[in-house]
């Protein structure tokens, strides 16, 4: 049974930071490139960061970059997401995804950024 678990998430006032995590489970993880997505009310869901299947190759959202940093560790199935100087147009749900031929969603978690 495939399985992406995310944590991490919750209040945090504008410039602090968070750091969510995302665990899988019920596929080779190592073969597949990892990504964070986010959806704020009533927009639409957006592509935040992605790191390749080794964590050589990373790209980033234009809104992000410098902020955040995407990482993952093969060994713990794991990807995660530093947030940094965190801005209230942070605030949405953030999924984790994982794609190769398949592609695999988790449930997300919520971050909010207020004061």
């Known amino acids: 049974q495939v399985q992406l678990v995310e944590s991490g998430g919750g209040l945090v006032q504008p410039g602090g930071s968070l750091r969510l995590s995302c665990a899988a489970s019920g596929f080779t993880f190592s073969r597949y490139a990892m990504s964070w997505y986010r959806q704020a009310p009533g927009k639409e869901r957006e592509l935040v960061a992605t790191?390749?299947?080794?964590?050589?190759?990373?790209n980033y959202a234009d809104s992000v970059k410098g902020r955040f940093t995407i990482s993952r560790d093969n060994a713990k199935n794991t990807v995660y997401l530093q947030m940094n100087s965190l801005k209230p147009e942070d605030t949405a749900v953030y999924y984790c995804q994982a794609r190769w031929f398949l592609t695999y969603w988790g449930q997300g978690t919520q971050v909010t950024v207020s004061s």
């Open positions: 790191v390749a299947t080794a964590g050589g190759n990373t």
